[in-house]
């Protein structure tokens, strides 16, 4: 990169195009005209090619010049946005971060490593909204949110992602069940059960039934709910088993008294990542950061 191109003689070159003038370019700068076309020439002379020519309608760029110019409204664009950024930090970080989020990982560790991370930074507000796997990742896409966080068999397009947590699917039963003593159980040994269903249409709900139909089987869901509490509560009643998160249900399992048979399967092991677009303010930035160390430090 020319020893020239800094950011000075950059904004002297967008405003000398932009004013078509490089007296108006000196006025628009406070910076006298001779210093302005001293800054241009240098940098012609170094990439060795003009980068003006004088038209009827005053000076234009060239076919290097429109080029320079171009690039040049980037470089500037993103050093001021660095500078607001930053200055965010010296001030003390505000702003709101939307975060959208699956039920399992709302009902898991995500309420509590957000509550740390407000603790820290008391200036940012913090949104959370439940959603379904496809509307995280729409809603991050599009903007709505600024990060979601969701299983990781998710198809996530273009987003960037980080690695969250894990947790751990199992067979929640009656106590009074006769599987409830196993120490664990595969998968295609629940089917014959009747079983309760959660979140229809989500992930886990869209992966159990593809797992079954591997089998060659359906699942015997004669109950849909929409939260995993509702799910234990029904278990509890003896309405049927349900394979949930043991890292979300083992409280609501302890008070109900359920038996948590793990699922031997491998897939039973879950992993969460955060998913954002690939620019984001700095209070969002910080929160990814703060989720990815509080997962890690887990591990």
Known sequence: MPSHFDPVTLRLFVAVCEERSIAKAA??????????????AAVEREIGTPLLVR???GILPTAAGETLLRQARDVLGIMARMSVEL????????????????VSALAEELPDDIAAFLRAYQSVRVSLDERVSAEIVHSVAEGGADIGVLWD????????????????????????????????????????????????GGMA??????????????????????????????????LGIAILPHEAVVSHATSSRLAMVPLAD??????????????????????????EA???SDD
């Open 27 to 40: 006025d628009r700068e406070a910076i006298v005209a001779s210093a302005v076309s001293k800054r241009i």
């Open 55 to 57: 038209g009827r309608r």
């Open 87 to 102: 200055s965010e930090f010296a001030t003390g970080v505000q702003g709101s971060v939307r975060v959208a989020a699956s």
């Open 153 to 200: 068999a998710a198809e996530l397009g273009g987003l960037h992602q980080r690695p969250y947590r894990c947790d751990h699917l199992q067979v929640a039963l009656p106590a009074s069940h006769p599987l409830a003593r196993r120490k664990r159980l595969h998968f295609a040994e629940t089917l014959d059960q009747v079983s309760i269903g959660v979140a229809p």
């Open 205 to 238: 709900d869209t992966m159990l039934r593809r797992q079954a139909a591997l089998l060659g089987r359906t699942p015997n869901q004669r109950i849909q709910v929409s939260s995993l509490e509702a799910a234990c509560r029904i278990v509890a009643a003896g």
């Open 266 to 291: 491998s897939w039973a092991r879950r992993r969460f990542v955060v998913c954002s677009r690939p620019t984001l303010p700095a209070a969002a930035r910080l929160l990814l950061d703060h989720l």
């Open 294 to 296: 509080r997962a890690r």
